[in-house]
């Protein structure tokens, strides 16, 4: 039982184009959700994360969107780059600092 | 500036040895975590600690165990290992908060084999 449902599984975007990767949750509890980025052989990284009383964070190219009602975010990635190419994870923070993450999303940035 | 150390990068074993998974941060943060990664399932947490001497279970623990007797160090042992724990393990570290939301700093990983 999945408690951070993450999709796509793989995305594929142009140079330039928007990157968007969703996820959705159930424990109401969760008060803290970030994005990690993760480069092949190498351990995720912060990349930006939002609490619950914020409807959207920007942080340069990355955006995230977040809807507590219908307990759903996004990550907007803008002006998508070969760079950014990577394994992006939603997570969710429960009591005690501890991540619940996402599947995973495989984002492919072609030039 | 070193951050999460995590030795040994690779390693295999057979089915039934045991081993010990190392971590070390120098942040002097007081959380630390122990994940592993399964292909398109993310990760999942196995161990955590919240300062020396105290441990807990996550999500996954089953075949694990782990101590904590300083703040830099928090190994990761397997016991009888078997072909289900064929896995990436990552090791992390945050500060501690009372609410929440420290970011975690993972180390590179241990890729481990069982055959």
């Known amino acids: 039982q999945q408690q951070v449902k993450q999709s796509p599984q793989s995305l594929i975007v142009q140079k330039g184009g928007i990157s968007i990767i969703n996820c959705a949750y159930e424990?109401?509890?969760?008060?803290?959700f970030p994005w990690y980025q993760q480069f092949p052989g190498k351990g995720p990284a912060l990349l930006i994360a939002i609490r619950p009383d914020v409807s959207e964070k920007k942080e340069g190219r990355f955006t995230i969107s977040f809807n507590k009602s219908a307990k759903q975010f996004s990550l907007h990635i803008m002006d998508s780059q070969p760079g950014d190419s990577a394994t992006y994870f939603c997570?969710?923070?429960?009591?005690?600092?501890?991540?619940?993450f996402g599947a995973g999303t495989i984002l492919r940035v072609k030039s | 500036n070193a951050g999460v150390t995590q030795t040994p990068k690779f390693r295999i074993l057979k089915i039934g040895q045991s081993m010990t998974l190392q971590c070390a941060q120098d942040m002097n943060h007081n959380y630390m975590y122990w994940y592993r990664q399964d292909p398109g399932m993310g990760l999942k947490l196995i161990y955590y600690s919240v300062g020396a001497g105290i441990t807990d279970k996550g999500e996954v623990p089953n075949g694990y165990n782990v101590s904590r007797s300083t703040t830099e160090d928090f190994p990761l042992r397997l016991e009888l290992a078997a072909p289900s724990q064929t896995s990436v393990y990552f090791c992390?570290?945050?500060?501690?908060?009372?609410?929440?939301?420290?970011?975690?700093?993972f180390g590179d990983g241990t890729r481990l084999s069982i055959l």
């Open positions: 992390a570290s945050s500060y501690d908060t009372p609410t929440g939301g420290m970011p975690q700093h």
């Open positions: 997570a969710a923070v429960e009591y005690g600092n501890k991540l619940v």
């Open positions: 424990n109401t509890a969760f008060d803290y």
